[in-house]
């Protein structure tokens, strides 16, 4: 037996996440308590050395208890924690069957990756999230953020700024107004998928629940209107970019490039070193790959996504149910 269930407080639970060396937000409680919202069930564990912690989405579907991990689980993995993560997760949750998933956002290494074969995991047939992502450094001490910038992306800044287009933080963001802009983008970017960004009330919740760790930046046009934002989370050095939506006008304008480059501004100012763009699609979204690529990412592979199940057995009738009931 490796974990038990973390029954500190939130902030406890976050210390530990940042600790051990989160750099996406799905570990957070913040994100935890925003997906408690869309019907998951929420439970945190810990090993008992406190080397290792996972915050898990439980679901039930039929008999079977499904859950999800996005960034899970941080820390040191073994092949005996990762077994133990199965079969602790079932006793806790008291489970007659039990269909695990994670999305394990370390960056690939052959031990780690090897680690979770032997522990009896399988890689995911099709993933849930990006197989990887882009980063930069925001260490402004070393050299100008825009020494980063390719050619390209720095004459579009210039355009922008040309267009006087300004960005500034948003203090007090309008979720109506941000849920507007995804659907924008949503109409002219196939097959890119909005999901809960284009609901006003998901975003109001998802700002409520994140409060001052999401940093948003707000592109303004001479008139006045709003026609693009960029949004990231803080992780302690570490920022994740997690809302982005230009409008058709703003694409005209720039107004994207102005206001990432604001954005990264603001957070050298408060100590970020390293920025993730968050996940990448090379093939089906190359524009925003170009983009943020652009803007000064080097590639990141994930270690990847894994699932297996108790009994391990039904794994490969398990993952069909899963993936026919939350299409």
């Not at 399988?122 to 197989?131: C, D, L, R, V, Y």
């Not at 020494?147 to 979720?175: E, F, I, K």
């Not at 009330?201 to 409060?211: D, K, M």
Request: proline residues 3%; contains cysteine.
């Amino acid at each position: 037996m490796t974990w038990q269930r973390f029954t500190g407080s939130t902030d406890e639970w976050d210390t530990i996440v940042e600790r051990l060396g989160a750099t996406t937000p799905f570990q957070l409680s913040a994100w935890g308590a925003f997906r408690e919202s869309f019907g998951w069930k929420l439970i945190r564990l810990i090993t008992h050395d406190g080397q290792g912690a996972a915050q898990l989405l439980v679901r039930r579907i039929g008999f079977v208890q499904v859950v999800w991990g996005a960034g899970a689980p941080l820390g040191v993995v073994t092949p005996t924690s990762l077994r133990d993560l199965v079969s602790d997760t079932k006793r806790l949750l008291d489970a007659r069957v039990l269909y695990l998933r994670v999305a394990d956002h370390a960056p690939r290494e052959s031990a780690r990756t090897s680690f979770f074969r032997a522990a009896g995991w399988s890689p995911t047939k099709q993933t849930i999230g990006s197989a990887g992502t882009l980063t930069r450094s925001l260490d402004a001490d070393t050299a100008p953020l825009s020494d980063l910038y390719s050619s390209n992306w720095s004459r579009n800044l210039r355009r922008g700024r040309q267009r006087n287009v300004t960005a500034q933080q948003w203090y007090r963001p309008d979720a109506e107004l941000i849920a507007a802009l995804h659907r924008d983008v949503e109409k002219v970017k196939q097959p890119y998928h909005a999901e809960w960004r284009a609901d006003s009330a998901a975003i109001e919740r998802l700002l409520t629940c994140f409060g001052k760790q999401l940093v948003v930046v707000q592109a303004i046009a001479p008139d006045g209107v709003v026609h693009a934002l960029r949004a990231a989370v803080i992780i302690g050095q570490n920022a994740y970019d997690f809302l982005a939506a230009t409008s058709s006008e703003g694409r005209k304008l720039y107004a994207s490039n102005v206001a990432l480059d604001a954005l990264l501004g603001l957070l050298a100012t408060r100590g970020v070193q390293r920025y993730d763009f968050g996940g990448i699609d090379p093939d089906n979204n190359k524009g925003v790959f170009d983009f943020k690529h652009g803007a000064g990412g080097a590639e990141v592979v994930y270690s990847g996504e894994y699932e297996t199940a108790s009994p391990r057995f039904l794994k490969g009738l398990l993952a069909k149910l899963v993936a026919s009931r939350t299409r």
